[in-house]
């Protein structure tokens, strides 16, 4: 199952989903979100939503010294918070900008394709879905 922005025009920047990511962790707050809502331009342009795309070959896993990021078999990575060292080599490796980080942990935040900030889009703009298996992101 992967994480789909369905349609972003929908997005009314209203960001339940990012706070529904972030209580998943048991920490509320949009600094805990592992998906983005950012605006386009103002209100006229309307918002993007960041979320992982779960590559296949992902650079933010190639980028980690420590192997902290395990590729998971069907795409994108689980984060092994006890090996991560906080250098943030995954954040820049990102070329979608979706790894987001915790500053009070010193950790990246990354999707972990769970599907609940699409239960709460009120828009559907987010949709988890079967992984069809054509997207990759390379470097």
């Known amino acids: 199952m992967k994480l789909k922005v369905i349609d972003s025009q929908r997005c009314v920047g209203c960001q339940l989903c990012m706070f529904a990511c972030s209580r998943r962790s048991g920490v509320a707050g949009l600094s805990n979100s592992c998906i983005g809502v950012k605006s386009a331009g103002g209100m006229s ?3 993007t939503v960041i979320v992982c795309r779960s590559c296949k070959n ?7 010294p420590v192997d902290a990021l395990e590729m998971k ?10 090996k991560c060292i906080g250098c943030g080599n995954c954040k820049g490796a990102c070329i979608l900008h979706a790894v987001y980080w915790n500053n009070e942990a010193q950790k990246p935040l990354i999707c972990i394709q769970c599907g609940i900030c699409a239960k709460y889009c009120p828009h559907g703009v987010l949709e988890l879905r079967q992984d069809a298996g054509k997207e990759e992101v390379r470097s």
């Open 45 to 47: 342009k309307g918002f």
């Open 58 to 64: 992902p650079p933010c896993a190639r980028a980690c």
């Open 73 to 82: 078999p069907t795409g994108g990575v689980k984060l092994k918070p006890e």
